[in-house]
């Protein structure tokens, strides 16, 4: 699990999309703001996702734990906030783990 100073607190949460940099992937969309701080994360699974709690929580962690992996290695701290789509709801980790260091890449923070 992603350690709670990486996770990103209900009253940090970026009130506007709009000041964000979007990088979207079939997988999933991402949103990433600059700060000075450390690089955090949140992940937001709405319910056209997955109408279960159980699967909403289960791609929420899978989802923490595949960008915990990248953390480490970033050029400077953002924060990052990934929207899951449907479609990773089946996928494999691996294809998942390539898709979120392609959106990075895109965003230049690897």
Do not use: H, W
Request: aromatic share 10%.
């Amino acid at each position: 699990m992603l350690p709670k100073k990486n996770r990103i607190p209900r009253k940090d949460f970026p009130a506007s999309n709009r000041q964000g940099f979007r990088v979207f992937s079939p997988l999933f969309s991402v949103v990433f703001y600059k700060n000075g701080k450390e690089p955090s994360v949140s992940v937001v699974v709405s319910k056209k996702v997955a109408k279960n709690a159980v699967t909403r929580n289960r791609i929420r962690r899978i989802f923490y734990a595949l960008a915990e992996r990248n953390l480490k290695n970033l050029k400077s701290p953002a924060m990052m906030i990934f929207y899951p789509k449907k479609e990773s709801t089946g996928t494999e980790s691996q294809t998942l783990t390539k898709e979120i260091e392609i959106a990075l890449i895109k965003a230049n923070l690897l």
